[in-house]
């Protein structure tokens, strides 16, 4: 991780990692208000392009949770609109994508583990959520526990580990082909970054979703 532009605060260091994540949210707030202001009945072109992919976005949640999706859309869209935007910093020259750094993804990984936790108890109260984690037989809560830990785990090292490596591929070639070659490798780091983007949401959308919706599972069951 460069540390070009890392932050000294008395005894705190601000790292690289940490200041771009925060570049990336303040230019999604800009993006939302400057796309949002002004707003009308009859669409303009740009309008229109939004509204679009807030509607596939909030059709992909639903498919997923047609009953609970609306809660839970705010949520999921933001890691994708984040996610998106984030793998794509490392296009920039000089910068790296916060996401190509294990404390960050974990720090996304922690938050979707929070998350089912709270939506699932949220949507069915403590003690229906809790519940869950003994069927279909009691023996089985040391799995689902270490299940939980587990998934969270993989969902951070999954976002590193593919982000790390495509920008140190793209970095490799630049060094031994020169600025020419990188063309390709530039459209495969949009490509995956829009790919990464959608597995992480995807995934997150899963596990919220079958937090959710367990209860209910194991009723008809």
Not at 17 to 32: D, E, K, P
Not at 127 to 139: E, G, I, N, R, V
Not at 150 to 172: K, Q
Request: hydrophobic share 55%; aromatic share 10%; charged share 10%.
């Amino acid at each position: 991780m460069d540390e070009g532009y890392s932050l000294m605060l008395g005894a705190l260091t601000i790292h690289a990692s940490i200041i771009s994540t925060w570049c990336v949210m303040l230019f999604i707030i800009s993006l939302v208000w400057l796309a949002t202001r002004h707003m009308q009945m009859l669409p303009s072109g740009m309008q229109t392009v939004i509204e679009g992919i807030f509607e596939a976005m909030e059709q992909a949640v639903l498919e997923v949770t047609p009953k609970h999706g609306r809660i839970i859309m705010p949520f999921i869209s933001t890691f994708w609109v984040f996610l998106i935007i984030a793998n794509m910093v490392g296009l920039i020259p000089g910068l790296h994508s916060p996401t190509a750094d294990l404390s960050v993804t974990s720090a996304l990984a922690i938050l979707v583990f929070l998350s089912v936790h709270w939506f699932g108890i949220r949507t069915q109260g403590l003690k229906k959520y809790l519940h869950h984690y003994l069927q279909p037989t009691p023996m089985l809560l040391p799995f689902h526990i270490i299940s939980e830990f587990t998934r969270t785990l993989a969902l951070a090292i999954r976002l590193f580990g593919n982000v790390m490596s495509l920008e140190m591929a793209a970095m490799l070639i630049v060094l031994v082909a020169g600025f020419l070659a990188p063309i390709p490798i530039l459209m495969l780091h949009i490509i995956e970054a829009l790919v990464q983007a959608y597995i992480f949401g995807m995934l997150a959308l899963i596990y919220l979703a079958s937090a959710m919706q367990s209860q209910q599972i194991n009723s008809e069951e």
